[in-house]
């Protein structure tokens, strides 16, 4: 039953994660766009479609890790991993995402 209250959790959590990704996320396209293009550019970026489907897509995957992660851990030993994670994932997640970010807006920009 434990896994279905994670699931439930986490499930309204998903819009809570959204709201807090975007503005970064948003920031750090934009400083690429302007590192990338400076003041003169030809090419027209939708940085609002870019951030909002990263935060959507990074939502859903923190969710899934998060989840597995969780699954089949007994209930008494939730709280000890949840302490580590507060410990460890904030740089894990931002080193990691802004090198994805990185790496799909050079795609991005290549389609263009």
Do not use: C
Not at 25 to 53: H, P
């Amino acid at each position: 039953m434990l896994s279905d209250e994670l699931k439930n959790y986490y499930q309204k959590h998903s819009d809570f994660v959204i709201t807090q990704v975007k503005p970064p996320i948003y920031a750090f396209t934009q400083a690429l766009f302007e590192a990338v293009f400076e003041s003169n550019n030809n090419k027209q970026v939708d940085i609002d479609v870019f951030s909002i489907s990263y935060a959507e897509d990074f939502t859903k995957r923190y969710i899934n890790n998060n989840l597995s992660e969780l699954e089949g851990e007994p209930a008494e030993t939730i709280s000890s991993k949840l302490d580590l994670w507060e410990q460890d994932k904030p740089e894990e997640l931002s080193t990691n995402e802004m090198n994805l970010i990185l790496a799909l807006f050079n795609k991005y920009i290549e389609k263009i």
